[in-house]
C-alpha cells in the first residue's frame, strides 16, 4: 500500500532536507545578514584554500612534500576557492547594501582564484622558484579576505 | 608465546581498524574548526564502543552467535528490519566512502586521479575476501595499519601545548563565528565516527569467524581494553594536528591532503609515506570491514549461513552479497563526492547506533546466551546511561542535519 | 506424573537459528504450522523461508520486503515445513538431525499466499502461528482485550535435545508483557539486569493473561473471539525451563 497524501509529507521532507545537505545545494538569501552571513562563510573558505595552498608551497619548497602531494594539493586548494566563488555568485544580492558588498568581496575572490590557479599550474609544472612568489601574494590575498570579515561582522 | 602473540596481533588489529576516512577527514575538521572542544565527544565515543564491543565479543566467544543473529531472536523480525535496512545502509555508504578513500589515498601517493584507483581498489578488495582466509586477510592490514602511530610521533613533533590543549579540552569553547547547531552536529560526528555500527558487526561476526570461545576471552578484552582506547588515541591524535597546525592558519578540512600537510611540517616526507601507507592499510582494511559486515547482517538476518570460515560453496547467498556489495559501493564512489558521503555516514551511524546496542545490551546480561559472564553492574549502569545519550543524539541528528545543511 | 514442560513459541523457538548436522546454517524458523485437533492445535512442523517470514513483517514494509524477497527468491519462494522428527531443540539454537541438503530435499513446502482461517475453533484445519501472533482479541461480551503475543506450548518431553517432541498449544498469551517476555526477563535464568529494564519489563509482564485454547470460540481474519468474559482470564504461570 502506498503512503497516503498526509504520510507521504514527512517522508519527503525528510528526504529532501537530507538531499539538501548531501549535495549542498544553495538556498537563496533574502535580507541582509543573511546575504553578509553567506559572504563571511564565502571568505572563510576562500582563506582555508588560500593558507592551504601557503603551507602546500611553504612545505613543498622546503622538499618535505612529494611532487604528485603537492600538486593535487594545490589541486584542491583552488577547486574550493573556485566552488566557494561560484556558490557565492550564484546568489542572488537582496539589496543595495548587498550589492555593495558583493562588489567588494567579489575581486578578492577572483585575485584568490587566481593565484590558487597559478599556484597548481606552477607546482605541477615543479617550478619551485616560483612558489615562494606566488605564496607571498597568497599571503597579501588572505590578509585581505581577513580584513573583510573584520569589517563585516 | 602463541598465545601472547595472538593478544598482540588483536590489538594491532583494533588499533589499525580504528581509524577509516571517516576519522582521517572528521576528526582532523573538528580540531581545526574547534580545537579541543569537541575532545570530550570522542572520548566518550571511545568509552560507548569499548563498552558494547566488549558485550558484543563476548557474547559471541561464548554463545557462537553473531550480534544480528541476536538481534532478529529478541526483538522481532520487524524491529530487526528496520534495523537491518538502516545498518546496510549505512554500512554501503560507509564502503563507498572506504574504497573512494583508498583511491584519495592511492591519488596523494602517485598523483594519479582517484577514480581510477576505484575500479582497481574495488577488485583488489574483492580478490582478497574471496581468497585470502579471514585471520590472515586481518592480520595483514592490521599490522600495516600499525604506520598510523605515525599520527602520535607528528602530535610530539609539533610540540603542542599540553596545558593550553588540556585547558580546551576540559573547557570547550565555542568559536563566535560557529553556530551552536554546528559544534552539536560535529560533536554528534565525533560520537559517531568512534561508534559506527559497523565496528561492532565485525568484531562480533569475526569473534565467530576466528571460532572464539571462553578460552579466547583474554584476547577478546586485550582487543578491546588495549586496542580501541589505542584507536581512539589516534583519533585524538588527529583532531590535535587538526588544532595544532591547522586551525591557527584558518585552515579548514574537506580533503584527505589537508591531513598529511601538518605530518610533513613535523616529520617531512618520511613521515608523510608513513602516513599514506598507514592511511591505505586502515581505509582498505575498512573497506573490507564495511562490506564484509554488510554480508554479515544479511545472512544473519534471514539465518542463512555467512562467513569465510566455511567453504565458499557452502555459503553461496554470503558470498553474492559480498560482490554486490562491492559493485553497488564501486559505482556509488565514481558518482558522488566521498567526502560528503563519509561525513553523511558517520551522522547517520549515530543515528541508528541505538538500535545496534540495545539488543546487546539486554542479550549480555542474558545467562543463556553468555553463561555466567553477565555484565557487572558498574557495566550496566555506564552502558545504560550512554545508551540514553544515544537516544537523545539519535533523535537530534536529523534537524542538525538540516539546520546546518549537511555542515556547510 | 511429572510437571509438562512449557515453552512460549515466539520467545523459545520461532526466530530462532536453525543449525544442520554438520554444524551449517540453514535459516530460521520463522513460522510454526498448527493442526487443529480435537483438544487444540499440536505443532506439526516449522515454516522455514523468506516467504514464510515475508507475511508477518505487516505494513508497508512488509508489502515492500515481500516485493523484494520474492523476486530474489523466485523459484523458491515458498516456505518448507521441518517435521519434528527433523529437528531437536537446544539451548540457543534449533538443530536438524540431518544435513541441510537433505532436509530441503524431504521437507515438504508450503503455500504463501492463503485465506486466513475463519470460524469455530472446532472446524479449523491448518493454522499459522503468525495468523494469531498480533491479532485482536475479544471477549464473550464482545469487548476488546489486549492483543496476542505468543502461544503457551505443552511438550510431550524434554524440551532441550530431543528429537520429534510434540508440542501441542495450551493457550495463547495476550498483552504487552509479551514484549518482556520475548527478551526473556521472565525466566527465572533470563537476564535480570540491567535493573532498571529488568524491573520495567516485570512489572509490564504483570499485565499478561493467559487465554487457554478451549476458552476461544472462533478466529476471524486477525481476530480472536472467546467464550469467556475478561475478568475471567487467568494469570500467566510462572514457567521456568
Known amino acids: 500500500m502506498a503512503p497516503t497524501g498526509r504520510a507521504r509529507l514527512p517522508i519527503f521532507a525528510v528526504a529532501a532536507a537530507v538531499g539538501a545537505a548531501a549535495t549542498s545545494c544553495v538556498l537563496p538569501a533574502r535580507s541582509t545578514s543573511a546575504y553578509r552571513g553567506k559572504a563571511l562563510s564565502t571568505t572563510t573558505a576562500a582563506i582555508s584554500a588560500l593558507e592551504s595552498a601557503r603551507f602546500t608551497a611553504d612545505l613543498a619548497g622546503r622538499g618535505r612534500l612529494t611532487a604528485a602531494y603537492s600538486s593535487i594539493a594545490m589541486r584542491e586548494a583552488e577547486t574550493d576557492a573556485s566552488a566557494a566563488q561560484a556558490d557565492f555568485d550564484s546568489i542572488q544580492p537582496p539589496n543595495t547594501t548587498s550589492d555593495r558588498l558583493r562588489a567588494q568581496l567579489d575581486p578578492l575572490l577572483a585575485d584568490a582564484v587566481g593565484t590558487l590557479s597559478t599556484l597548481r599550474i606552477v607546482t605541477r609544472r615543479g617550478d619551485l622558484d616560483r612558489l615562494g612568489h606566488l605564496a607571498a601574494d597568497a599571503a597579501k590575498e588572505s590578509r585581505a579576505l581577513q580584513q573583510f570579515q573584520e569589517d563585516h561582522r | ?408 | 506424573m511429572t510437571e509438562p514442560v512449557v515453552l512460549h513459541a515466539m520467545r523459545d523457538l520461532v526466530d530462532r537459528q536453525i543449525v544442520d548436522a554438520d554444524d551449517l546454517l540453514a535459516g530460521k524458523v520463522d513460522d510454526l504450522l498448527l493442526a487443529c485437533g480435537g483438544a487444540g492445535p499440536t505443532v506439526t512442523g516449522l515454516l522455514v523461508g523468506a516467504g514464510a517470514l515475508a507475511p508477518r513483517i505487516g505494513g508497508r514494509l512488509g508489502a515492500a520486503f515481500e516485493d523484494v524477497v520474492r523476486r530474489l527468491s523466485a523459484p523458491q519462494w515458498e516456505p518448507q515445513c521441518l517435521s519434528p522428527d527433523l529437528y531437536r531443540r537446544t539451548q540457543s539454537a534449533i538443530e536438524l538431525t540431518v544435513p541441510r541438503e537433505y532436509a530441503r530435499g524431504v521437507a515438504p513446502r508450503a503455500p504463501v499466499h492463503r485465506n486466513l482461517p475463519r470460524g469455530p475453533v472446532e472446524e479449523l484445519e491448518d493454522v499459522r502461528l503468525s495468523d494469531l501472533i498480533g491479532a485482536a482479541v475479544f471477549d464473550a461480551s464482545g469487548f476488546p482485550v489486549a492483543p496476542v503475543g505468543d502461544a503457551r506450548l505443552i511438550l510431550s518431553g524434554p524440551a532441550v535435545d530431543a528429537v520429534g517432541v510434540a508440542m501441542a498449544v495450551d493457550g495463547l498469551i495476550i498483552g504487552l508483557g509479551s514484549v518482556g517476555d520475548r527478551l526473556g526477563f521472565r525466566l527465572p535464568h533470563g537476564p535480570k539486569r540491567p535493573f532498571m529494564l529488568h524491573r520495567a519489563f516485570r512489572s509490564v509482564a504483570r499485565h499478561a493473561r493467559l487465554v487457554r485454547w478451549s476458552e476461544i470460540d472462533r478466529l476471524e481474519p486477525r481476530e480472536v473471539h472467546l467464550r469467556v468474559r475478561r475478568e475471567e482470564l487467568h494469570t500467566l504461570p510462572d514457567d521456568g525451563i
Open chain 2, 1 to 408: 608465546m602463541k598465545k601472547s602473540l595472538q593478544i598482540t596481533l588483536g590489538i594491532l588489529t583494533a588499533i589499525g581498524g580504528m581509524i577509516d576516512i571517516g576519522n582521517l577527514i572528521g576528526n582532523t575538521e573538528a580540531g581545526a574548526r574547534f580545537g579541543l572542544s569537541l575532545a570530550w565527544a570522542l572520548v566518550l565515543g571511545g568509552l560507548t564502543i569499548v563498552l558494547y564491543a566488549n558485550m558484543a565479543g563476548r557474547v559471541a566467544a561464548v554463545s557462537h552467535r553473531a550480534t544480528f543473529d541476536v538481534i532478529r531472536e529478541r526483538l522481532g523480525p520487524r524491529v530487526a528490519l528496520v534495523d537491518l535496512g538502516a545498518s546496510v545502509l549505512l554500512t554501503l555508504l560507509t564502503t563507498l566512502a572506504e574504497i573512494a578513500g583508498v583511491g584519495l589515498v592511492l591519488e596523494l601517493a602517485t598523483g594519479v586521479t582517484y577514480r581510477i584507483w576505484i575500479p582497481l581498489a574495488a577488485v583488489a578488495l574483492w580478490m582478497i575476501l574471496w581468497r585470502s582466509k579471514f585471520e590472515h586477510m586481518e592480520r595483514v592490514y592490521g599490522t600495516a595499519g600499525l604506520a598510523m602511530l605515525v599520527l602520535l610521533f607528528a602530535v610530539w613533533r609539533l610540540h603542542p601545548d599540553g596545558g593550553a590543549l588540556t585547558h580546551r579540552a576540559l573547557h570547550p569553547w565555542r568559536p563566535p563565528h560557529e553556530t551552536v547547531y554546528a559544534y552539536w552536529y560535529l560533536a554528534i560526528a565525533q560520537f559517531g565516527a568512534m561508534t559506527t555500527p559497523y565496528e561492532v558487526l565485525f568484531f562480533s561476526s569475526g569473534a565467530v569467524e576466528e571460532r572464539w570461545t571462553t578460552s579466547d576471552l583474554n584476547v577478546e578484552r586485550a582487543n578491546v581494553f588495549i586496542g580501541f582506547p589505542l584507536g581512539t588515541l589516534l583519533a585524538l591524535a588527529l583532531m590535535i594536528i587538526g588544532a595544532v597546525a591547522l586551525k591557527p592558519r584558518g585552515i579548514g578540512v574537506a580533503h584527505l591532503s589537508q591531513v598529511g600537510l601538518p605530518i610533513s611540517l613535523s616529520l617531512g616526507r618520511t613521515g608523510v609515506w608513513f602516513f599514506l601507507f598507514g592511511a591505505f592499510a586502515a581505509v582498505f582494511g575498512a573497506a573490507a570491514e564495511a562490506s564484509l559486515s554488510t554480508a554479515y547482517s544479511i545472512c544473519q538476518y534471514f539465518g542463512v549461513q555467512w562467513g569465510k570460515y566455511v567453504k565458499r560453496a557452502d555459503a553461496p547467498v554470503f558470498f553474492r552479497l559480498l560482490l554486490a556489495t562491492i559493485v553497488v559501493s564501486t559505482f556509488g564512489a565514481l558518482i558522488f563526492d566521498p567526502i560528503k558521503v563519509t561525513l553523511l555516514a558517520i551522522v547517520l551511524s549515530a543515528a541508528a547506533i541505538p538500535l545496534t546496542f540495545f539488543p546487546l545490551l539486554v542479550v549480555a546480561n542474558d545467562p543463556d546466551f553468555v553463561g555466567d559472564r553477565v555484565n557487572g553492574r558498574f557495566t550496566n549502569l555506564v552502558s545504560v546511561a550512554l545508551l540514553v545519550v544515544m537516544a537523545l543524539m539519535s533523535v537530534a541528528t536529523i534537524p542538525l542535519l538540516i539546520l546546518t545543511r549537511g555542515n556547510t
